[in-house]
């Protein structure tokens, strides 16, 4: 979840990602995508006012986030202020001061960010420097060096800053398994379960509203039919996709969600409630893309796990792993580095740039270098997002920088787990062990975890070994890391081994 609080060193005038608070008086706003913890104040009473007395202040981002936006109504007030860009084309913006006059210009770029549709991210260059905001990304091993607007010529450009997504920069994270991967386990699950006969039915568990397109046009394409979801609204100027949707309840792969789903999924009933016309009971089997769940495991495990009798599991990933971040820092090599994402196993409050002992500087510690190839643990991990369409949304009282009390929509997020036990060799565990049997949201410290961190499911007992790291192992992680000296985890009763 983003803990980006909004602004860049380099341009304080502009916002990103985030609409309250102090980003009040930003100059220009920019939005990555549209999944609700990047959102935050986007709808709020102040930055309305504001809009309606600015002559210049815009909203920049992606043709598609801006019909995604526009499909809720809560936003629909942004229409006159949206600027969409587009991907791959610099465009000069003019970040103007409107009481002074004052004029700062800088160019923006939209480079592709493969975290869900619209996602990008934004490269800014000015009198301040080159400076990239990822927002969430995905990239694979080698696809930033075939981006041609991060190179001048045949070099790369000087990036003065990269405000990264850092949700996995954790060498427990290394590695993770490509969509295709993911893709192809759910599809023979898929394929051999629908084959049985037209009662069986597949009900693909999605967390958020959209997101999930890659396996919606995929399944659609191999299995010759349409996913069933809820509303066609977000996707009807998006006809790449609209073609594999519908709302028609009579197919065999559904998608659709519904605020007691779980409840209907153990009574054997889809959240549409379809029922075969015939009265044959329908055979269900729930698959639910979850890699943070993954992440818990401390065995290696395949990307489809089979969790109930009827369940599933798949890893699915909308964020890069440690060795896909290492290699986008490493061509890249940036002087500065901020993680804009809380750390794994840390509060919000703890999740500062200062107490992860980041931001840092990379002259001296890039390129990195991995000194096993080979690593010992493919942990496969991630987070699910949510939109917030279809969840119930808590209002909480911000104070605005000029006084004004602003109500503005929480975000909250929870990840599942569940206990299971694997045959395959086990990864290496670099949770320190804790004294005692805490619970597993509570560290040594006393340091309760948000409800991102937790796992809310299921009412099991947490996976053995596998413990919150202390506040002070996990900031000397950090600083290790920051300064490229090799990470040595040790097993209990095993050597150790290096990443």
Known sequence: MSSFAGRMKEYPTISLDRFDRENLHARAYFLSHCHKDHMKGLKGPLLKRKLQF???????????????????????????????????????????????????????????????????????????????????????????????????????????????????????FYQIPSREVCLSGISELVGNWISQSPHHVVWLNCKAAYGYEYLFINLGEEFNTQIHVNTLAMFKKMPEILSYVTTDRRTQIHACRHPKDEEFFQGNRLPCGCTAADGTPLRIISIKPSTMWFGERTKKTSVIIKTGGSSYRACFSFHSSYSEIKDFLSYLQPVNIYPSVIPIGRTLTEGTLETTALPVCVEESLPLTITDAQPAAHNYVDCTESNGEEEEEEEQQETAPDGFSLTLSGSQSNHSSQNMDSCLPDTLIIQPELDGQKQREEGDDGIIQSESQQSSDFDIPCTPESKVPRRDELSQLYRKLAAGEDIRFVKPHTRSCAL
């Open 54 to 172: 600015s002559r210049t202040v815009r909203l920049y981002c992606s043709f598609v986030t801006k019909e995604l936006l526009l499909n809720n109504p809560k936003y629909a007030f942004w229409e006159e202020y949206i600027v969409p860009l587009e991907l791959e084309s610099p465009t000069q913006i003019s970040l103007v001061d409107e009481a002074s006059g004052e004029k700062e210009e800088v160019v923006v770029t939209l480079l592709p960010a493969g975290h869900c549709p619209g996602s990008v991210m934004f490269l800014f260059e000015g009198s301040h420097g080159n400076v990239l905001y990822t927002g969430d990304f995905r990239l694979p091993v080698g696809d930033v060096s075939r981006m041609e607007h991060l190179h001048s010529g045949s070099r790369v450009k000087d990036i003065q800053s990269i405000y990264l997504d850092s949700t996995f920069y954790d060498p427990r």
